[in-house]
């Protein structure tokens, strides 16, 4: 009798988690279709929301000279390249440069060539990797940049509302949307051995990390990806729930350095991630300011899991998560500001906007304010808000003091 009554809550929990499941994966596809494989969408019968670009927008004026930098290994890109000749022939542009990314150069040397060759726009095609490559060319030149989001994440294309999925809608965003800036991060990584890598300065415009997220990163590998979409990150985070925490040094804005134990440090430019999470909902791209969070759990799962809940509390709008914490084995601190060093007692896994740079032991982080100029789909430009300019930070635990 006993084994019948658990064999039947057995199944319960296997058709709700499944429906929970079919439920996610739903709502991610209709809003990012593609973050979740075709065949996922098929069987599903997933459907994308209506484009936020498909209202009408005003043609530039001009004789523009348009410059795209492709990621050939992308399925799909030589229909692209005739859509964009197509887009361009129409509004009587001159014939577009085009320029295929390599391996040894993902994107910043062919952006200089196109900037070189006179482009008024140069365009990413392809994942998060190009579209850092590119912007990495571009930070400062005042030159407008422009993306076809064609990678697994699309991190920071998700971030600025672009049409994810509607091939014409980013076209004519590309070609005829509005123009804003965007701050830029940049990370300096310096290693602890010479086995791990060289030094270096990489760009960032979504979440640079250490620590846990940039193992999950690590562990999330393309074939995994391009098989289970944004799933392949759940997984790969399983794997690595039982590892040390880790112990870091943070000094922001050249200040005194804080000492403390977390799984995981965050630099944000903007926070939105796969599925509209909010990992860090304040940050925002237009403030000339880095916004910084270190993530805690101890005590096994059970921390693990009150962690998550603050995470999607803080997605969901809920400012003040200290009432989640009911056994206190998680926390989450934040803190804002230009410039951060950080140092770790053993060299961790590092992560600019989802791509694994190896182990570094010390990081130095900074914001290089307005440094892109980014066409968006048109209505889509917030109106500018005078924040007072001052480091600030905040604890989810007011009455003890902060990890970082
Ligand atoms: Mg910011």
Not at 240 to 250: F, I, N, P, Q, Y
Request: proline fraction near 5%; charge should be neutral; hydrophobic fraction near 45%.
């Amino acid at each position: 009798m006993v084994a019948e009554v658990l064999a039947v809550i057995a199944a319960l929990l296997a058709v709700a988690s499944l429906s929970l499941t079919v439920v996610i994966t739903r709502r991610i596809g209709s809003r990012d279709p593609v973050a979740v494989p075709l065949m996922w969408r098929r069987i599903l019968r997933i459907q994308p929301l209506p484009s936020a670009a498909g209202s009408f927008m005003t043609p530039r004026d001009g004789n523009e000279k348009i410059a795209f930098i492709a990621n050939p290994t992308k399925s799909g890109i030589e229909e692209l390249r005739e859509q964009a000749l197509r887009a361009c022939s129409i509004r009587y542009l001159p014939q577009p440069l085009w320029f295929y990314t390599t391996a040894d150069d993902p994107g910043t040397g062919q952006a200089e060539a196109a900037i070189e060759a006179g482009a008024d726009v140069v365009v990413a095609v392809g994942g998060d990797g190009t579209v850092r490559a590119v912007a990495q060319a571009l930070a400062g030149r005042g030159i407008p940049m422009g993306i076809v989001p064609m990678g697994t994440g699309n991190l920071f294309a998700r971030n600025l509302d672009l049409p994810l999925g509607d091939t014409q809608s980013i076209l004519r965003t590309v070609l005829e949307g509005a123009e804003r800036k965007a701050d830029v991060g940049w990370m300096d990584i310096r290693r602890a051995y010479p086995g791990h890598g060289e030094d270096g300065r990489h760009l960032f415009l979504v979440i640079a990390g250490a620590g846990f997220d940039a193992e999950m990163v690590a562990g999330a590998d393309d074939r995994l990806k391009r098989r289970l979409g944004w799933f392949a990150y759940f997984f790969a985070a399983i794997r690595h729930l039982g590892e040390k925490r880790m112990k870091a040094w943070v000094s922001v804005d050249g200040g005194e350095e804080i000492v403390g134990h977390m799984r995981t440090v965050l630099m944000a430019n903007i926070g939105k991630l796969p599925g509209g999470i909010s990992l860090i909902p304040d940050a925002t791209m237009d403030d000339g300011r880095l916004d910084v969070a270190t993530l805690d759990a101890r005590g096994g799962l059970v921390g693990w899991t009150e962690l998550f809940g603050q995470v999607m509390a803080q997605g969901a709008g809920i400012k003040d998560t200290r009432l989640l914490r009911i056994l206190r084995t998680s926390r989450i601190d934040h803190v804002r500001g230009t410039e951060f060093d950080i140092r770790m007692d053993q060299p961790q896994k590092v992560q600019v906007d989802g791509e694994s740079l190896g182990r570094a032991s010390r990081i130095h982080a900074f914001v290089q304010p307005a440094a892109l100029t980014l066409r968006v789909p048109q209505g889509t430009v917030p109106q500018r808000t005078d924040e007072p300019k001052t480091a600030d930070c905040a604890s989810d635990d007011a009455d003890a003091s902060p990890s970082i």
